[in-house]
């Protein structure tokens, strides 16, 4: 039987145990998927500490990406076959050896992604075009200030923002990932320290301020970031890495005639489905270009989920953590 890591009680990961799973028969229009990476994504320890905007019933498996092959296919399925390879998207079932996904949660890997990069593709790509593109409309020229940016959902927008012709501010907490997100094309990094994040986007920008802010981490950040716009400048709420909710004066975004925006990438296209399109195919031509390539910064096998889990929030992980099955 396959393992998965399972989720009985809500709570921290050391609640969390490696089971043997049986397998289930498959449905129509269903593939099996042995994994070969899978993702670790903040919200997957939020989900299991029940503090998610998604509650799933318990038990479950968290992770929301993998990569690896198809294994089964229903006999009605005609777009894989047995040995493809597939990266699969859900909102639970990643830590997993095996998934059964539905034809909708599969995508063909893109070219020159191997099994890690494709297993941390989707979640972060798709958060920074839903909210770059799809939600701030950002313009080349324009000036990016991204909040956490050597993190899963900061480094894509990192990338996707010199993508889209901005000039890119990275604010990180330590040398080394400031290093990272300086090697995936920022064109200045500053520390991600609230007392001084103001006087050092003035030492870069002098009395310019920002276009936009792309925040996924809240706490004591917003305000001195939120503060930093110019005139109808977008502010992106993305997430709470932080664990602190921001509060706010309205005046600053009335002086500004700013735009407070909050972003969900996968209810953006829940409720209207035409944006799903062109995010795959921007994010596919990008990456078979070679442009959008997930920095992989640690992995942990199947067995030491907790660590990896660990990894991201105890605020060390350098770009992506994945966990590796079935090598
Ligand atoms: N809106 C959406 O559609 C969407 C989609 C996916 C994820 N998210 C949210 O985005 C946030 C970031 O997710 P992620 O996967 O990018 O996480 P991540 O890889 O752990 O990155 C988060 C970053 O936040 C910063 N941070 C500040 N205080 C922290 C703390 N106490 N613990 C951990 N990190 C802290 C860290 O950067 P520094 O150390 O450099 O400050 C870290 O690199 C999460 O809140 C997640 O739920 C939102």
Redesign the pocket.
């Known amino acids: 039987m396959p393992l998965a890591v399972i989720c009985r009680e809500v709570g921290p990961p050391e609640r969390l145990a490696l089971e043997d799973v049986p397998r289930r028969p498959l449905g129509p229009g269903e593939l099996r998927i042995r994994h070969r990476a899978a993702g670790v ?3 997957d320890i ?1 989900m299991c500490a029940g503090g998610y905007q998604h509650k799933p019933p318990l038990p479950f498996t968290p992770g929301f990406e993998a990569a690896g092959e198809v294994i089964e296919a229903a006999p009605d399925v005609t777009q894989f076959k047995v040995g493809d390879p597939a990266m699969v998207h859900f909102r639970t079932g990643g830590y997993a050896e095996e998934s059964v996904v539905p034809l909708a949660g599969a995508m063909p890997m893109p070219a020159g992604l191997d099994f890690a990069e494709a297993a941390t593709f989707v ?2 790509n798709v ?1 920074a075009y ?1 909210a770059l593109v799809q939600r701030g409309q950002l313009k080349p020229g324009e000036v990016l200030l991204v909040l ?7 480094l894509a927008a990192v990338e996707m923002g010199k993508l889209l012709g901005a000039t890119v501010i990275a604010a ?3 040398p080394q ?1 400031r290093a990272v997100a300086k090697s995936r094309g920022a064109d200045h990094v500053i520390a ?1 320290e609230a007392d001084d994040l103001r006087p050092q986007l003035r030492d870069i920008l002098g009395e310019r301020g920002v276009d936009m802010v792309y925040d ?2 809240g ?1 004591d950040l917003f305000e001195p970031a939120l503060r930093a716009l110019a005139w109808d400048g977008r502010y992106l709420i ?6 602190t909710i921001p509060s706010f004066r309205a005046n600053l975004a009335l002086l500004k005639g700013a735009r407070v925006m909050g ?4 209810e953006m296209v829940r409720r209207d489905p035409s944006l799903y399109e062109p995010r795959v195919k921007q994010l596919y031509g990008w990456a078979a270009q070679g442009h959008l390539k997930p920095h992989i910064g640690h992995r942990f096998p199947l067995a030491e989920f907790r660590a990896a889990m660990e990894t ?2 105890g ?1 060390r ?1 350098l770009g992506r953590v994945v966990i590796t099955m079935n090598d």
């Open positions: 994504n903040f919200p939020l979640t972060a958060t839903g956490g940016a050597a993190g899963g959902v900061g990180a907490s330590s990932k991600a996924p981490v706490g993305v997430g709470f890495a932080s664990g972003v969900r990438a996968g991201v929030s605020r992980a």
